[in-house]
């Protein structure tokens, strides 16, 4: 069974500064990871995610994450954070082979200061 | 516009009433789940399915049921309201290729009295 875990229920960064939000993982098998964001009074919406093919992926609004299969890893960074960032943010893993099965982390609220 | 739509947004029931929250997709995709929201614990899986007549238990699946008779529709049934299911519910569905990934309703906000 996969689980998730994200270091810090919440972080608060400075406007420019960077955006690290740690996530590890547990899985049996290879697995596909996913970050979301959440706005306020909104669902949810895919940033990146991984499914065994670069380390290094790309996602939507300047974020990136890289795949660390050694260290059971998959951090979120932004190199500098802007008001709008401010969410809260989910990591999530599925196995291979149940790919619509997503466990989730417990969530990371992102608060940005001017 | 495509997507998962979700209603109602918002409902207050009492302990012990019954209720479907509905749950419609416009994308054809084949797999929908739902999950339950609490402060602190990330989403929890409720049910589940990967197409019309079949649907799964998720990990929270006690005191709701679901049915698919359609690919579009995947109602919640909440058979009598406990406190403890105020909570807020998403649905999503899933499509396979290049949008991978989940897409989610806006939600529904539920509180049990």
């Known amino acids: 069974a996969q689980s998730v875990t994200q270091l810090g229920s919440h972080v608060s960064v400075s406007e420019g500064a960077l955006v690290l939000l740690r996530c590890n993982y547990s899985s049996s098998v290879p697995p596909y990871l996913f970050w979301y964001v959440q706005y306020p009074n909104q669902g949810l919406q895919l940033l990146l995610k991984y499914t065994s093919a670069a380390t290094l992926v790309k996602g939507i609004n300047g974020f990136e994450a890289e795949f660390k299969k050694s260290e059971t890893s998959f951090h979120l960074t932004k190199p500098s954070a802007h008001m709008s960032d401010a969410a809260e943010y989910f990591c999530a893993v599925s196995d291979g082979s149940n790919d619509y099965k997503l466990s989730f982390g417990a969530g990371t609220t992102v608060t940005v200061r001017a | 516009n495509a997507g998962v739509t979700q209603t109602p947004k918002f409902q207050v029931l009492k302990t012990g009433q019954s209720m479907t929250l509905q749950c419609a997709q416009d994308m054809n995709h084949e797999y929908m789940s739902w999950y339950r929201q609490d402060p602190g614990m990330g989403l929890r899986l409720i049910h589940y399915?990967?197409?019309?007549?079949?649907?799964d238990q998720g990990e929270v699946p006690n005191g709701y049921n679901v049915s698919r008779s359609t690919t579009e529709d995947f109602p919640l049934r909440l058979l009598s309201a406990a406190p403890s299911q105020t909570s807020v519910y998403f649905c999503?569905?899933?499509?396979?290729?290049?949008?991978?990934?989940?897409?989610f309703g806006s939600g529904t906000r539920l509180t049990v009295v």
């Open positions: 399915s990967v197409g019309a007549g079949i649907t």
């Open positions: 999503a569905s899933y499509g396979i290729g290049d949008n991978y990934g989940y897409t």
